[in-house]
């Protein structure tokens, strides 16, 4: 068959990154299939574009993935699924074939895109075993109903939710993904690149959609099969950067450490970074990121009050952050920490303790985020209801953000635009760019105006 896989992210701010996902199913597909990529990250009119590579493909199957709900710049849900009805329409005019949808925007909640955007099969979660198997259930005309995760109408027309494959796949046995049809300006225009070293998060955090596209139990790539991607990736000239795309790379601690050790051992000279959690961190690990060529971590610390942290189900306290950012600090790793703004429950005034605690623990960077509900993007009434308490923080933010001057509030813009990144860039950096945002300000900006607390 000819399988037209089409990318459908666009998003390039803060960086364009690739469709590692898709480039993993497009690996698992047979080579007796014919696989294209349609990728419409740079395309100035994505419909055309789309439609140009359908007419010169030909396929029998096309395969959207779906990445992201909102937006990856952190500004919440826009007008994510106005586009992918644009995407379905500009297929159906030039094709029969049939329309998979999958990838980790889906994969959120499958049936309510089902009937939002009528594809003819969407996929949940992981697509390495599921697609293969579509393939040939499409061959045979039958089997669909054998297929885990596969979201399908019956021969009466009635949406159907199969149940999730009793296990989740080897990641050893998947074939690494092949970015030989890669776009050169993700190289050209940002040289960074994606990397996974595992599957899987153990935490509950409460409104996080990872485990349900990839399961709680971790489940690992041997290290020296990473670093084997790794040193593929740095032997590209255009590569500069890569991002350990894991959902948390230091759960689990040991498989972290491992990891990192190949790293040293095989000379891996390519800087890269990681999402970071408060648990699972300490000093050896630590020193292990900075001798691998960590440029920095993420920290995904959310709240800052262990009220809020608790009522997130974190499962760690301020303390926890505190320690890690002391350790980042001594190893000389630097920690950029990320907090959500305004979660369910939460007051003006828990937004406030929050901000008074940054100030307090004074990380190398923080991104500020406001808190928006997947479940918005198909229920407007939803964004409604919450229009109020948003618009207040945004208030408060705008109030402080000078006396915070390297703190990215995306929202408003600060320390977060397409031109500042672009000047970054051409000036040789290169890498999650909070990382370079603080040696850039104004001597005035970068003196911190003497701050003491929000509240
Ligand atoms: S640690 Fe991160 S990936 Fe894991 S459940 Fe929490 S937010 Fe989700």
Redesign the pocket.
Same mark, same amino acid.
């Given at each position: 068959m000819r399988v037209a896989f089409v990318s459908g992210n666009r998003e390039q701010l803060p960086d364009g990154v690739i469709p590692l996902g898709l480039l993993y199913v497009m690996s698992a597909t047979p080579e007796r299939h014919e696989r294209t990529l349609i990728d419409l990250c740079f395309a100035d009119d994505p419909g055309e574009a789309l439609s140009q590579g359908l007419a010169e493909a030909s396929p029998d199957v096309v395969a959207v993935g779906m990445r992201n709900i909102q937006s990856g710049d952190y500004s919440g849900v826009k007008h994510t699924l106005d586009y992918y009805r644009g995407l379905m329409k500009s297929i159906r005019a030039v094709t029969d074939a049939p329309v998979v949808m999958g990838g980790a925007g889906f994969s959120v909640m499958p049936r309510a895109l089902m009937e939002t955007l009528e594809p003819d099969f969407g996929i949940s979660g992981e697509g390495e075993r599921a697609f293969p198997e579509l393939l040939e259930a499409l061959e045979a005309g039958s089997g669909f109903d054998r297929i885990g995760n596969l979201h399908w109408y019956d021969p009466d027309g009635a949406l159907r939710g199969n149940p999730a494959p009793a296990d989740f796949l080897d990641m050893d046995a998947l074939r690494p993904p092949d970015r030989s049809q890669l776009d050169p300006r993700y190289d050209e225009r940002f040289g960074i690149d994606s990397v996974q070293t595992k599957r899987g =998060? /153990? @935490? #509950? =955090?409460d $409104? =996080?959609? $990872? /485990?349900i596209i990839e399961g709680r139990i971790g489940r690992k790539r041997a290290p020296g099969r990473v670093v084997d991607e790794i040193l593929s990736i740095q032997e590209r000239p255009g590569a500069h950067h890569f991002f350990m795309v894991d959902?948390?790379f230091n @759960?689990p601690k040991a498989h972290a450490k491992a990891v990192c050790r190949e790293m040293i051992d095989r000379g891996v000279t390519l800087p890269w970074t990681c $999402?970071a959690?408060p @648990?699972g961190f300490d000093a050896e690990l630590a020193g292990l990121l900075a001798s691998s060529g960590c440029a920095g971590m993420e920290v *995904?610390s959310?709240g800052g009050s262990d009220a809020v942290l608790e009522r997130l #189900?974190? *499962?760690f306290t301020t303390q926890h952050i505190r320690e890690l950012h002391t350790l980042a600090q001594d190893a000389g790793v630097p920690d950029c920490h990320t907090f959500i703004l305004g979660t369910p429950g939460e007051s003006l005034d828990d937004v406030r303790r929050t901000l008074d605690f940054i100030v307090d623990l004074d990380p190398f960077s923080v991104i500020m985020m406001v808190w928006s509900d997947d479940a918005e993007a198909v229920n407007p009434e939803l964004s409604t209801g919450r229009a109020e308490l948003r618009d207040r923080i945004y208030e408060l933010l705008a109030e402080h953000k000078d006396d915070f001057p390297w703190w990215s509030i995306p929202a408003l813009g600060v320390n977060y635009d397409a031109r500042l990144f672009d000047m970054l860039r051409k000036r040789g950096n290169h890498g999650p760019l909070w990382q370079h945002v603080r040696k850039f300000l104004p001597p005035t900006r970068r003196r911190r105006a003497g701050h003491s607390g929000v509240t």
């Open positions: =998060c /153990p @935490l #509950r =955090c $409104y =996080c959609t $990872y /485990p959902s948390v @759960l $999402y959690n @648990l *995904g959310d #189900r974190k *499962g």
